[in-house]
């Protein structure tokens, strides 16, 4: 027994669910509601099953996936390499990865601001702090308040990398805890400007977004960011303990990647993937 502890502690064996049946996914805020839909659903039609949802952020789900105490990691960006080599360290293999669903990441402002479409170099500008005012870009003479995400968020990985071209957020950015507390913020706050998932634009409105200023700029919707036409496209992801990847969880990532669980990813108002992508 003793013997066991010591190579579970030291990563060698995988740890197992507490119970049979169990399954638990921790990580990505943009991921928690979709993924809470899906355990309400598939519980509903399998007896016995209990799966277990919570967020924290995609490097929060990353780090239990490291530590074995979360069965599937929930994420809003792909796994980086050092992430990748500690799983590597702890399991002696990658962990795989599976696409789950798209997101356009949506940039919301407050549902009466006369701002409805900005290029991605005035994004970079207004969320580094280079554009402070909402004239510089079209609107009232106001300040701009941008509402960003805690830096365990993949979403806000995603928005530097892409967005900001790696440039560090304004010091004045105020933090918030979660996609719904931004948009929340945004709802209430006319100046505000703020960004996350597709599914969360409720109290707010989302601007079309352009390559370059000039150049069309394009609603997010389930055509522009299937084609790739909608500039800040992403697939939001799941990642699994290769050991664990069989019998219950298995099944589960193949229901959530086949008819049912896709249909789940339109009603919660992300987008499933294309078919060929899809669980047979």
């Not at 799966?51 to 960006?77: E, H, M």
């Not at 360290?89 to 900005?118: H, I, M, W």
């Not at 990813?265 to 992508?277: H, S």
Request: net charge positive; aromatic share 8%.
């Amino acid at each position: 027994m003793k013997k066991h502890l010591a190579l579970l502690a030291a990563g060698l064996l995988a740890a197992a669910p507490a119970f049979a049946g169990n399954i638990t996914v921790k990580g990505s805020d943009t991921l928690v509601v979709l993924a809470q839909k899906w355990a309400e659903v598939y519980m509903g039609g399998h007896a016995g099953q209990k799966i277990q949802v919570t967020g924290g952020g995609t490097g929060t789900g990353f780090a239990a996936l490291q530590n074995q105490t979360t069965d599937l990691c929930n994420a809003s960006r792909k796994i980086k390499a050092k992430e990748q080599e500690q799983c590597v360290k702890v399991f002696g293999k990658r962990p795989t990865e599976y696409k789950v669903a798209l997101d356009g990441l949506s940039v919301y402002v407050a549902a009466d601001n006369k701002v409805d479409q900005l290029s991605l170099e005035e994004l970079e500008g207004i969320f580094t702090g280079k554009i402070k005012n909402w004239k510089e870009v079209g609107g009232g003479d106001a300040p701009i308040t941008v509402y960003s995400r805690e830096n365990s968020s993949g979403t806000y990985e995603f928005f530097k990398e892409n967005v900001l071209k790696g440039k560090d957020f304004a010091s004045s950015a105020q933090t918030m805890p979660g996609t719904a507390a931004v948009l929340q913020a945004v709802a209430k706050d006319k100046n505000g400007i703020g960004y996350g998932g597709a599914a969360y634009g409720n109290g707010a409105k989302h601007v079309k977004v352009s390559k370059a200023k000039g150049e069309e700029a394009i609603e997010p919707n389930e055509e522009t960011v299937l084609s790739g036409k909608y500039p800040i496209w992403r697939y939001l992801f799941v990642y699994v303990n290769p050991a664990l990847d069989k019998g219950d969880v298995a099944a589960y990532l193949k229901w959530i990647r086949g008819e049912e669980g896709q249909k789940l990813v339109k009603d919660v108002g992300y987008y499933p993937l294309p078919k060929n992508q899809r669980a047979n």
